[in-house]
């Protein structure tokens, strides 16, 4: 069973950026297609984006399309989320999972804050 550990997270003002990163625990991390998911308080867990286990993204939300980014490292079992021009509304807990997300496979999640 894999494991995935979300790291990068913190607070930053609008308009700035972070980047996130998700190691996994297996060195066949390559097999998976994977995704990036948040939750805001009260809402549901949503898809941000996805990229097929050889670095093709193929899909993002529509509220970030155009600012975030999705890129993996096989070689160092990691994928990252470039995030730029935050805006308040990306407040969130992110997660990295495979894709389709597997049930058993949720991590902690590291807190993203927008906020001045």
């Known amino acids: 069973q894999v494991q995935f550990v979300e790291s990068g997270g913190g607070l930053v003002q609008p308009g700035g950026s972070l980047r996130l990163s998700c190691a996994a625990s297996r060195n066949r991390f390559s097999i998976y297609a994977m995704g990036w998911y948040r939750q805001a308080p009260g809402k549901q867990r949503e898809l941000v984006g996805t990229i097929t286990n050889g670095g093709m993204t193929n899909y993002y939300a529509a509220s970030v399309k155009g600012r975030f980014t999705i890129s993996r490292d096989n070689a160092k079992n990691t994928v990252y989320l470039q995030m730029n021009s935050l805006k308040p509304e990306d407040t969130a807990v992110y997660y990295c999972?495979?894709?389709?997300?597997?049930?058993?496979?949720w991590g902690q999640g590291t807190q993203v804050t927008v906020s001045s």
């Open positions: 999972n495979a894709y389709p997300a597997g049930p058993d496979y």
